[in-house]
């Protein structure tokens, strides 16, 4: 049976691409440009690439950029737009838990949800750290943005999911925040590509930082540093605060 995730990317390229949350591309790629140095001879593996968009604006600016991905319609729409674009990028169908590579990378990026933390358990989230570190070369950095657990204990994830959608987006509802696990259990509809409409009952973990620190510490990261992530325009200066539905992770490898 498939998971949710898996069933909602199936066919949802095209409308991925006009979601409100994947709008933040330039400024993103901006923010990660600056922590790696403006390195051009950095390897840079994309996990959860989705229609690669951040794949495809660094590997615009003259970086080596890898995508990889569980789903195969998000994979060939990121192939269509790298080929609109003439651009050389591989892109690979991969489980983020299981990556075949090792002390291959100078960066890792998970940004926007791609793979973690939509796992249906913590060990399967864990596996997907346990993987991006493993792709990493010593010294190297793991940038990725992740959902705020002090978030829903102060506002409405259903008010402030309703207050960012447009029309044509997928809806959220249903939510019910579970205290015990930091999971938010809810029903999503929303039409796909090829016009089918879908209700799936999605399961998402958010994480205090505390949490994320600890995890990555655990797989030799010396240095974790936590803030708030605003959409297109991350930055070191926005301390993470209870408003922020999003936290972003920069962590720096042993």
Not at 74 to 98: G, P, S, T
């Amino acid at each position: 049976m498939k998971q949710w995730y898996e069933e909602l990317f199936e066919n949802y390229a095209m409308k991925y691409d006009n979601e409100c949350f994947v709008q933040g591309t330039v400024g993103e790629c901006d923010f990660i440009e600056k922590e790696i140095g403006y390195n051009k001879t950095a390897k840079i593996l994309d996990i959860g690439c989705g229609t690669g968009r951040h794949t495809i604006e660094l590997t615009k600016r003259g970086y080596n950029v890898v995508g990889v991905d569980l789903s195969e319609s998000q994979l060939k729409r990121a192939k269509e737009k790298a080929a609109e674009q003439k651009l050389q990028i591989v892109f690979q169908k991969h489980d983020a838990r299981n990556l075949p590579f090792a002390n291959e990378f100078d960066l890792a990026i998970m940004l926007c949800e791609g793979a973690f933390p939509l796992m249906e358990t913590d060990e399967m989230n864990f596996q997907i750290l346990q993987s991006a570190a493993k792709v990493l070369k010593p010294k190297s950095k793991l940038i990725f943005t992740t959902l705020n657990g002090l978030f829903p204990l102060f506002h409405s994830v259903k008010e402030f999911l309703e207050s960012q959608t447009k029309e044509g987006n997928a809806v959220t509802g249903n939510n019910s925040f579970d205290l015990m696990t930091f999971r938010d259990l809810n029903t999503t509809c929303f039409e796909d590509d090829l016009g089918n409409k879908k209700e799936l009952h999605c399961n998402e973990r958010y994480y205090v930082p505390s949490e994320i620190s600890w995890l990555l510490k655990t797989l030799n990261f010396r240095t974790v540093d936590i803030y708030g992530a605003k959409l297109g325009a991350f930055s070191r200066a926005d301390k993470l605060s209870t408003e922020d539905f999003e936290m972003l992770v920069i962590a720096e490898k042993k």
